[in-house]
């Protein structure tokens, strides 16, 4: 296979189980969640700890910072790992943050997880008020240093604004459109058209809560979304960020859910009596099965130049295009 | 002139003024001081002001993390501005930010500076017991990601040691031959010797604290110990490191010696009627002076390799061996 296979989100708990499960799956490059909450010392405790992970395991993973490293790395025969945040917690209140952690290898940050932040708002708050003038500034500044800005957890208006104010493509790495399954994190078109319109990117998730019938969504159904999508806003602007949370315990999508900001349970998109982890469908269950993926696509009608973008081209000429310093 | 001036060490208080007068003193190359005292997110802040000078004086300086770098400062008419701490206070007890802070560009860390570290002793304790355990770890670490050792403050046992345990060449950016000038800061020869017989570097301090006669010392004098020192350590392990502390004001020299480390003065090399900056000898003031350097080094006879390499070329040399990745 001479295209590549990218995945542009997961957070699994890592390890070397899975790392060679990326390998099996052919899976060339990952974009993996490095912070929900953490500030910037915690950030980079997580990053030591990839650091760990590159010298323990070089021959199945690599830190990636470019799309020209991603390709490197499918020639070496491992999977390229490129950071990402979905929260901007990470720069705290300094705009000198963004400049430092790109240095590191950060290449997407979410301006908002859910909740307001210092940015833009979240997609379960009651009112939103759009981008804030801290983060006009820092989009600017991300833009500038080649940091992608990740509207995957904001709120519409939040996210149509910052497609507006950035002057490079933004993206939603994880999330399926609101007209397939109305979950608050999916995405209503006009937002989807925003983002897409100007170049940017949609990554379609395989969470269970951004699905149509949950755990019991047919790969059909998937697939006929995708087509559906690839209909309204261009193929070209469609590809996968699973949202694979792999072997992670269930106090973690508590502290996904409630990080340090409130007392009090927040169950998001599960529910008292589901506040775990959901199941994977069972045609996707973990790094393996990319390949379902790819033949329900081509079931439902894809080319396959247009699954090769779906599946991870079209990723890749959106690394290549904003991962670096504005020309 | 086609061999690069390179100052391996100053701490000035950085101005726009300041950048112009290394562009009029053709300095291709400054290793900064970037931290005293200041633990790892405070570093942090200060590479972050770095940033803002680069963005803010592109056509004056730019920030280099190889040797290659330096040679294309030079080609574009820039001054490289290299990163390095005097102490290891920024890693805190965290082996792991070893290679965040080299990602962030860091080169050249101190072991101890005139205190016990972590790691070292400095060269104004009583007893020296050498590396300690973690010291022992950290440079191996430091060996693994291209982050000089540098040994300048501190103490002789643990320097000796260091360079003994180091795979890799280690340095005293700032210092003079105790020979010279008996300060405590000065090195004795089997210090020197420990330091440049397995290829590590000296760089020659211009602080009026460790000149023969302070402020009044000679050109000639300070040329003519460069002359016996290469009839000692060879001519190829030398180079300068200034130690300018251009604009600053006395404050500064106490943050330098008293950090948070105690409530009392110290007065370092100084003294209680002499708390501040000494004045430096007249012949170098400042960037724009090094070409008296130059003059003076051929007046006591060294050729005009020589005094290439001991104006740059042996630590541009040395950059390109130990800034990069152990082979």
């Known amino acids: 296979m001479s295209t590549h296979r990218i995945d542009c989100l997961q ?14 799956g052919a899976v060339d490059a990952v974009h993996v969640t490095i912070a929900y909450h953490e500030n910037f010392r915690e950030t980079v405790l997580n990053m030591e700890q990839w650091n760990r992970w590159f010298e323990q395991y070089p021959d199945l993973i690599c830190h990636a910072r470019t799309g020209a490293d991603v390709r490197l790395a499918k020639q070496d025969g491992r ?3 490129i950071f990402g945040f979905q929260n901007p917690s990470p720069i ?11 240095t590191l290898g950060a290449r997407f940050m979410q301006l908002s997880y859910n909740n307001q ?9 009651v009112e939103d008020p759009g981008i804030t ?10 833009n500038r240093v080649g940091l992608v800005v990740d509207m995957s957890h904001s709120a519409d208006r939040s996210t149509i604004e910052a497609a507006d104010i950035s002057e490079r493509p933004i993206a939603i790495t994880h999330a399926n459109p609101h007209s397939w399954h109305p979950a608050l994190r999916n995405k209503k078109d006009d937002v989807i058209r925003a983002v897409t319109q100007n170049g940017g990117m949609i ?8 699905l149509k019938d949950k755990s019991a969504c047919t790969l059909e159904s998937f697939c006929q979304m995708v ?10 602007n469609l590809g996968i960020g699973s949202d694979l949370c792999q072997d992670q315990p269930d106090s973690v999508v508590e502290w996904m859910r409630v990080g340090r900001w409130t007392k009090e349970i927040d169950y998001g998109e599960g529910s008292a009596s589901a506040p775990g982890f959901p199941p994977m469908p069972d045609w996707f269950t973990d790094n393996r099965d990319f390949g379902n993926i790819q033949s329900g696509l081509a079931h439902v009608g894809f080319d396959e130049g247009e699954i090769a973008g779906i599946m991870g081209e079209n990723w890749l000429r959106f690394f290549d295009a904003n991962f670096g310093r504005m020309e």
């Open 79 to 81: 999977t390229a790992i």
């Open 203 to 210: 990554g379609f998730s395989l969470y269970p809560h951004h």
């Open 133 to 142: 003038r801290m983060g006009k500034q820092v989009i600017k500044e991300m």
């Open 227 to 236: 087509a559906d999508a690839a209909d309204r806003f261009g193929a070209a």
């Open 92 to 102: 705290e209140d300094d705009i000198g943050l963004v400049e430092i952690l790109h």
């Open 117 to 125: 932040s210092l940015l833009a708002t979240g997609c379960y708050e």
């Open 11 to 24: 957070y699994a708990n890592w390890s070397e189980k899975i790392f060679r499960q990326m390998r099996e």
